[in-house]
């Protein structure tokens, strides 16, 4: 009897000749012998078939049976997606008070108490073409006004689009995560500073100073915003509760009651000038007309920002009381350019004064002295060539040099301001209407006078002096009866001012007015 190590070779054997023979040979082994001798030989796998393919073939039986562990989880994490794609419903306030640190900050302007605040933050910037100083300027100073209640109140209708007021609809930021200003029940926002008259036609009525620079072709020339808040509304009255500034709408600054009224006392030169602006030019450069509208040679843009840069200036100046041009900083050295003098910003450009204009011959600064007397709202402008439109022009100069008023010391019933008419100069005195028409009569200032002088010259040595008690009324304004004192005496030129003394001796001074600089 022959011995065996082993399970019997022969299955295996044939299972070989069939793979060898060909398709026909493997379709004449049926199915199910072949997969009973495979299971017959399930103890010899382990050493005759590698593992790998011993486990698909267990895999591929599998499958016949019952559904592969794969699949198995396919359908389970997709049942579990089912159920994770349809969120729970949730309280979430409940969540936003448990996540306190992913909350958006609740948005309060911070509040400006003084100018050297304001020039701190820098939110309009301080070169042209910025124009929110000079707005705010204008909204402190101009319109609006204290009223008998000490409520502040605007003298212009919002809701009529009035120099481009229009709504301010605070609506939910989401780059801020919150409001710009404070929701409050009953209060009503409003805006004003887009200088586009194309989508706000009243901020053509806006004063010149803030309107000067605006240039849709100059960056950022159209930016600065003020926005009031408004509580109530009576016989067309508007109230002024709040006074914000912000840059196009981003998280800006209150004006605070304090910083209004120290606005309100400085004129808008000396204004700028505390905010940062190194000295204050009213010219203004000539902007050109949008593209595709005809025009002649004009100043471009580039000429405008060349002039911005340099700090170019045109200005008329009194001189013994004849008009003096001057103009500095030209960024141009230039033979034929020229200034000439006008007697009002209406004139059209071919109406100079005759021999009352100069060539520059290449100076980039200087002066010329004509023999016309000097009078309110002449103006000057410069050309760079004869036959051109001019490209920078003054404004009409002021009769009181853009000054204001001076009150007497301990004593706001009284304002003194050095101004000229023709080429003279002369004194306005303001006085409230409080005191009625007698009160040069009253012991107070019945030895009051004022005198004219030189700027550091002693208090005797006056040019020309009146008695208050001489002074006439030539008009009136809502607090005050304005008075002149009539003399016309001197002609005005740099560096006068006037002196106002309580008695007839010298060492009562209780009033000079800024030397004059025009």
């Not at 199910?32 to 010899?44: G, P, Q």
């Not at 200005?315 to 020229?338: D, M």
């Not at 051109?388 to 404004?395: D, E, I, T, Y």
């Amino acid at each position: 009897m022959k011995s065996s190590s082993g399970p019997s070779l022969w299955p295996l054997v044939l299972f070989i000749f069939s793979l060898l023979t060909g398709l026909s040979a493997r379709e004449e082994l049926p199915i199910t012998n072949l997969t009973a001798e495979f299971n017959r030989i399930s103890l010899s796998r382990q050493i005759e078939l590698p593992p790998s393919k011993t486990n698909l073939n267990q895999t591929s039986l599998s499958r016949q049976v019952e559904l592969p562990p794969l699949k198995t989880n396919l359908n389970q994490t997709s049942l579990i997606r089912r159920v994770k794609l349809t969120p729970p419903r949730l309280n979430f306030t409940e969540e936003f008070n448990k996540t306190p640190v992913s909350r958006p900050v609740k948005l309060t302007p911070p509040t400006i108490h003084t100018i050297q605040d304001l020039r701190n933050i820098n939110v309009f910037g301080f070169q042209p073409p910025s124009h929110g100083f000079a707005l705010l300027w204008w909204l402190c100073s101009s319109e609006t006004y204290i009223d008998i209640n000490g409520d502040t109140v605007l003298r212009s209708n919002p809701n009529a689009g009035h120099y481009g007021f229009h709504h301010f609809y605070n609506l939910f930021d989401n780059n801020l995560g919150d409001h710009l200003l404070p929701v409050v029940a009953g209060v009503h926002y409003y805006t004003v500073g887009n200088l586009n008259p194309n989508t706000h036609p009243g901020a053509i009525n806006l004063p010149y100073d803030v309107r000067r620079y605006y240039n849709r072709n100059i960056l950022n020339s159209n930016s600065e915003r003020l926005i009031i808040s408004n509580t109530w509304v009576y016989n067309g009255v508007f109230n002024v509760q709040s006074i914000y500034i912000t840059n196009h709408y981003h998280p800006g600054y209150e004006i605070a009651p304090n910083l209004v009224a120290q606005i309100r006392n400085l004129n808008l030169g000396n204004f700028l000038n505390a905010v940062g602006y190194p000295s204050y030019s009213p010219a203004s450069c000539h902007v050109i007309p949008p593209p595709g509208r005809r025009r002649k040679r004009e100043a471009s843009d580039w000429e405008c920002i060349d002039m911005l840069k340099s700090e170019t200036s045109v200005q008329v100046v009194a001189r013994n009381g004849h008009a003096t041009l001057l103009w500095e900083n030209i960024p141009w050295n230039e033979y034929y350019s020229w200034v000439g003098l006008y007697n009002s910003e209406t004139e059209g450009d071919k109406n100079y004064i005759a021999d009352a204009w100069q060539w520059t011959y290449n100076a980039q600064s200087g002066s010329y002295e004509t023999s016309t007397q000097i009078h309110p709202g002449m103006q000057a402008r410069f050309f760079r060539r004869e036959y051109a439109r001019f490209v920078l022009k003054s404004p009409g100069i002021d009769e009181a040099c853009w000054e204001e008023p001076v009150q007497f010391s301990n004593d706001e019933n009284f304002l003194i301001l050095l101004v000229f008419r023709s080429n003279y100069a002369g004194v306005k005195l303001y006085v409230k209407k409080s005191l009625g028409s007698k009160w040069q009569y009253k012991d107070k200032y019945y030895y009051g006078w004022v005198g004219f002088y030189y700027r550091g010259a002693p208090n005797n040595s006056y040019r020309s002096w009146q008695w208050l008690y001489n002074f006439e009324k030539i008009g009136e304004n809502s607090d005050y009866n304005v008075y002149t004192d009539g003399l016309n005496e001197y002609d005005i030129t740099a560096d006068m001012e006037v002196r106002v003394f309580c008695n007839e001796a010298y060492d009562c001074l209780i009033a000079t007015t800024p030397s004059w600089s025009c």
